[in-house]
């Protein structure tokens, strides 16, 4: 069992930054992808941005160029740096990890972003 527990959500005016970190516990060898997918009202929870076991990163083409992911394998955290924050980035951010085909999930934090 993999736990995921996401922090660092909340209100921005657009243009404005937040951090979000994931802290991964439990089962946490052999992850072999973990990620940051949000969904907003009404829509499906889409992929925002991934790192893999390799180094690998993918970005959505909507955050290109604004969202920065990263892992310290250290401290067991996955982390989003968002900047130049728009309104239609407003959605419940949630931490994946996939190992050995299964996804886990955390809670999701909340990200509004208005004026």
């Known amino acids: 069992q993999v736990q995921l527990v996401e922090s660092g959500g909340g209100l921005v005016q657009p243009g404005g930054s937040l951090r979000l970190s994931c802290a991964a516990s439990?089962?946490?060898?052999?992850?072999?992808?973990m990620g940051w997918y949000r969904q907003a009202p009404g829509k499906q929870r889409e992929l925002v941005a991934s790192?893999?076991?390799?180094?690998?990163?993918t970005y959505a083409d909507s955050v290109k160029g604004r969202f920065t992911i990263s892992r310290d394998n250290a401290e067991n955290t996955l982390n989003l740096q968002m900047n130049s924050l728009k309104p239609e980035d407003t959605a419940v951010y949630y931490c994946?990890?996939?190992?050995?085909?299964?996804?886990?999930w955390g809670q999701g934090t909340q990200v509004t972003v208005s004026s």
């Open positions: 790192h893999t076991s390799a180094g690998t990163t």
């Open positions: 439990g089962s946490i060898v052999s992850i072999y992808r």
């Open positions: 994946n990890a996939l190992k050995t085909g299964r996804n886990y």
